[in-house]
């Protein structure tokens, strides 16, 4: 099958071509030939005022549910959530029932999703049933097809257990991820603590919480010399800590959430059951500071932490909903309407997605050169639309951003010989 990609600005910081207005054609995966003008008949053409292409963005942090929770996700409703937001790779947590905490149930998720047009790797847990009191089998996950290791949404408490996973891990130069958060503070807040927290007579959940645990793993991956993710950091004093680590030559990275640079905890003043996330939304002052963090390169990656619920978890008392938002098909769209602009380029945006989450998690990157296996996501930059829940791909529908203005627009995928096109 030929696919022809007319008047395409390619966006790829590692290609020859980066930069330049092409014609792409694609057989059978593979792209055929790069020119400025190609005239050859395909199957398949896609042309479309704006259009840029890069190689496949990446998500790290998505809880597909499957095994287990299939009435809010399923491997294949979350690919094709991902395939809708522009990823072709995504890392998917190890939340699911059973845990995915052996190599059996990596290789479900491996073989599960062999066919999709998306590449999905699991996450494998540190812990036996992500409890955060003993190891679980890494190694024999790694060597099943676990592409990093963390508890996912419940972050190891003991310090002597991360330290343990840091040093397990190197062993195959593996990457651990931790949501930092420091569960004996703070334990039943609901929202950040603050201002906002009294006015609505909601427990708060203060920044100390999370940066305790990013102070003590920086400190760990120091001592075990091992590489450590943070994801999901809010609080500008964690984004300071980080910075500093990195510095000093620590082998630390971070992502942030594309809901975290949107909204503050001043949007939930009409306890908006969707915007309870964890962890939760902060202070103007620190999106200000991860806004920053994005563009000055502390920030590595963006992370959608896509989390479905069904209907019965979100429509209820603000106390007993359920934490969580979908994120993968929004996200581009809240990247470009929060920090795209003149000083920050849309080449930086992409690098953010691309290249560096395989960096940090040890993948190799597509290229967009001929005679290379196509790997590549479509899209317009520019485009401004109000986002609709018709655009939804996943089983559940939990988006705050509904009905909000968001700018920059995903075309589609192209991967392991598949199309999937908005």
Known sequence: MKVLIKQARIISPHSPFNGHTKDILITDGIISKIDDAISEKPDQLIEQEGLSVSIGWMDIFSNFGDPGHEYKETLETGAKAAAAGGFTDVLVLPNTSPVVHSKSQVEYIVQKSKSFAVNIHPIGAVTKNTEG???????????????????????????????????????????????PEDKSIGANGLINEGIISTQLGLPGKPTIAEEILVARDIKLAQYADSKLHFTGVSSAKSIEYIKRAKEAGINVSCSVTPYHLFFTDTNMQDYDTNLKVNPPLRTETDRQALLKAVADGTVDCIASHHFPQNWDGKTCEFEYAKDGMIGLESLFGVLGSSVVNAQWPIEQSVEMLSVNPRKIFGIALPEIKEGATACLTLFNAEEEYVFDESMIQSKSKNSALVGKKLKGKVIGIINKGKIELN
């Open 133 to 179: 009191k003993e190891l679980a089998e890494m190694y024999d996950m790694h060597q099943s097809g676990a592409l990093a290791f963390g508890d996912g949404i419940n972050p190891i408490q003991s310090a002597g257990i991360v330290l343990k996973a840091l040093q397990y891990v190197k062993s195959f130069d593996g990457t651990l991820i931790q949501i």
